[in-house]
């Protein structure tokens, strides 16, 4: 499975970006991560299939809403609220089975994944 992300962009505090993930396949569970400079990668949100479950790192709770289009076998990622601390590459990830909810943010559980797109929140 091939993945592809884009969307991203240079905002300004407050602003809103949408990000899409399309996959060359189908997958049980689609995540998004991001990683600063300097910073390890860390989970954002994942949107599990088969039961529809979606889960949100704090940090974005309430700002950020992962959605997705089985049309299209996109996932969005619809980011409001901006804050300079969201400016990172963000990357796609995706895996045929479904991880468990305790699991979810943990990159090992993903096998795939996209080439990541760079969002930067600067005034």
């Known amino acids: 499975v091939q993945l592809q992300a884009f969307g991203g962009g240079l905002v300004q505090p407050g602003d809103s970006l949408r990000l899409s993930c399309t996959a060359s396949?189908?997958?049980?569970?689609t995540a998004w991560f991001r990683q600063a400079p300097g910073k390890e990668r860390e989970f954002v949100a994942v949107?599990?299939?088969?039961?529809?479950?979606?889960y949100y790192a704090d940090s974005v709770k309430g700002r950020f809403t992962i959605s997705r289009d089985n049309t299209n076998n996109a996932v969005y990622l619809q980011m409001n609220s901006l804050k300079p601390e969201d400016t990172a590459v963000y990357y796609c990830?995706?895996?045929?089975?479904?991880?468990?909810?305790?699991?979810?943010?943990?990159?090992?559980?993903?096998?795939?994944w996209g080439q990541g797109t760079l969002v930067t929140v600067s005034s």
């Open positions: 396949g189908r997958t049980s569970a």
């Open positions: 949107l599990r299939r088969s039961t529809n479950s979606i």
């Open positions: 990830a995706a895996s045929p089975t479904t991880p468990i909810t305790s699991a979810v943010h943990y990159p090992r559980m993903y096998p795939y």
